[in-house]
Structures are given as C-alpha cells and as structure tokens.
C-alpha cells in the first residue's frame, strides 16, 4: 500500500486522468441509471400509489389496460375487501380557449374508491362532471373552478381538486368518476352496471367461483411489466449500464498492464531488493481502488449537481440503494481490471527486468 501510494504522489498527472477516465464512465453510469429510474417511476407511479395487489383486465386483451373491455356488472364475478373499478382515457387535456393543451392519462373510479387520491387542495369529487388534476398539471397553469375538455369530445369538466405529483405511463394523471370519464370518451351508456370500464383494481380479492367472466388476474407487478414499452426500455438501458461496467473493467486492465510493461525494470529492483510479488500486487491494487473511489465519489455529487438544474420534464430519479450497488460494481471492475497484470507481475525475472 505505501508503495503504491508514494508513487501516486509522484506520479499526480498520470493518475490523476485515470481518475477522471473513471469519473466519466462513472458518470455515464448514474446519468442513465437517475434517467431509467426516472422512465421508470413516469409509467408506473400511478399505479405504485394505488398500493393495490391485483388487476383484473380481460383475458383478451392481451395484459393492456386500454385493451381491455369490462362492465361494472363484472364485479359480480369477485369477492374480498377494496375492490374498484377503473376506467381509463389518454387524451389531451386542454381549456375551452385551448390556451393549455396537455397530454394526460384520465383515470375513473367510484367517488368513494381507494384508488382516489388524497386532496391536498380544493375537494373529492361529489358532482357530476368534476375533475382531480395532479400538482404537475397546477403547476402548467390549470387551477381549481377552471373548466376543461379532455380528447376531442366537447364534454366539459370542472376542476374541483388537486393532489400529489402522479404519472401513468409518463403523462400526468387527472382523475374522476367512472360516468363522468364515460361521457368524456362519448359512451352511450353512462349510468348502471352496464357501463364500460377497463379493469377492477383490488387490495384482497379473489374469484368467487370457477366461471371468471372473461376475467384475467394479474399481480400489480405483472401489470406494470406489461405497461408498452416499460420492459423494453428498462433493458435496453440496463444492458447500456452493464457494458460501462466491462469498460471500465477494461480501462483499468488496459492501464495497470501498460503500466507493469513500463515498470518491469523498477519491479525487478524491487524483487532483488526482497519485496515480493504480493506487495507490488498490493500497491497495483491500492492504487486501483483509490482511483475508483475518487472517480466515484466525485461522478456521484456531480449527479446530485446535475439532477438540481435538470428541466422538471426530463424526467430523473436517484435511486440510492442502486446507486450504491453499481458503485460497488465500479468498484469491484476497478479490482478485477487491475488483477488481470498480476500474471505479468509474477513472470518479472529481476536479472532480466533490470538488463
């Protein structure tokens, strides 16, 4: 270890851009590790927030919430606690002078259902035609008495309400009851047991008996596995992180190789002088981990910096425990990459080394 550190003092330039080699890679790690969580969080905070266990879609609908067509008759094929109804609508939100247009995911339930969320300003819905908007959406500028459409329909709504940030698959939520958000889709049928929704949502249910109805249960996160799009692009990125891993695992076994091959002679000093194989493989490492500690630590407050200025749109999630993880990943390639010269280290024959 003294050995290792001694010559990093005297070697500041030449360690110092490994670091920063590290610090980039590092960076790059974080980056799309913060924007994949974000991704992530976007299409399924709505659903996450229910704190629900199942979904029930149609069995043909392929596990897609949009696909899938039910009645609110349907729940006469379940039983158990917390069982709601949902009705779902993608569509552009927009004021009646279209100054505001915004994509959102409209979601309907009973006015007394779980899946409604906690008012923080404003009041639940306890009318016909009124609206919940997500605290993303009052902050574009939609606020509370204001009127509003949703898809091309000319069915006005009127914002009664507001809660926390909530997204579906990346757009703000709005939500209401399911006959307002059967009127705002142009259905023929908006009262009784007849109605259309597109899913039931249940804390504790099961069925009631054998025959299910053309019901399909899935768990909540087999439902969000299967939102478009949500495990391709979890994987794509994923599979982005793990080849940063083997690169920096390379740069490093790149670097401590060339260094060894430029260093034999000093090695073999070093082995007539009876320092052996394992302490020169210790500085080798020393100086490995030191670097990626340094290039990690500095590449996790530059994400922190960054993730402050970033535009509230782009959406950023840091995820400490798996930034923890990968920085021991680093790490871990960091040690490896330098182990890879200890083949060359041992091979150092001092008589030749030296000349």
Known sequence: ????????????????????????????????????????????????????????LNKDANKTLSASQ?????????????IAPLANL?????????????????????RDSFLMPTVLTGHQINGKNQLLISAALKDKGYRLGQKVQIGTTDQKVTIVGTYAASTYSIAPTVYTDVSTLNRLKGSPITSGDQQPINAYVTKNSHFKTSKHGGLQ???????????????????????MI??????ALAVIGIFMFVLTLQ?????????????GT????????????????????????????????????LPFAIDWPQFGIYSVA?????????LLSWRTVAKIDPVVAIG
Do not use: C
């Open 1 to 56: 270890m003294y050995l290792g550190l001694k010559e990093m003092q005297h070697e500041k330039l030449r360690y110092a851009l490994l670091s920063g080699v590290l610090l980039l890679i590092a960076l790059v790690v974080f980056m799309l590790a913060g924007l994949a969580n974000g991704l992530s969080e976007g299409n399924r905070l709505a659903v996450d927030q229910w704190n629900a266990q199942n979904v029930y």
């Open 70 to 82: 039910l009645k609110l008759a349907d729940k006469k094929y379940l039983t158990g606690t917390d």
């Open 90 to 110: 993608s569509g552009t939100l927009r004021t009646t002078n279209n100054k505001l247009k915004t994509t959102t995911s409209a979601l309907g339930t009973t």
């Open 217 to 239: 249960r899935f768990s909540t996160e087999s439902f969000i596995n299967n939102l478009p799009g949500y495990s391709a692009q979890n994987l794509t990125l994923d599979t």
């Open 242 to 247: 793990y080849f940063l891993f083997v690169i």
């Open 263 to 275: 260093k034999q002679a000093l090695f073999g000093v070093l082995k007539v002088q009876g320092i």
């Open 278 to 313: 394992k302490h020169i493989l210790a500085a080798l490492l020393t100086q490995s981990i030191i670097m990626a500690l340094i290039g990690i630590s500095i590449s996790l407050v530059l994400t922190v910096g960054i993730a402050q200025i970033m535009p509230a749109s």
């Open 330 to 338: 680093l790490l871990l390639a960091s040690v490896v990459g330098a």
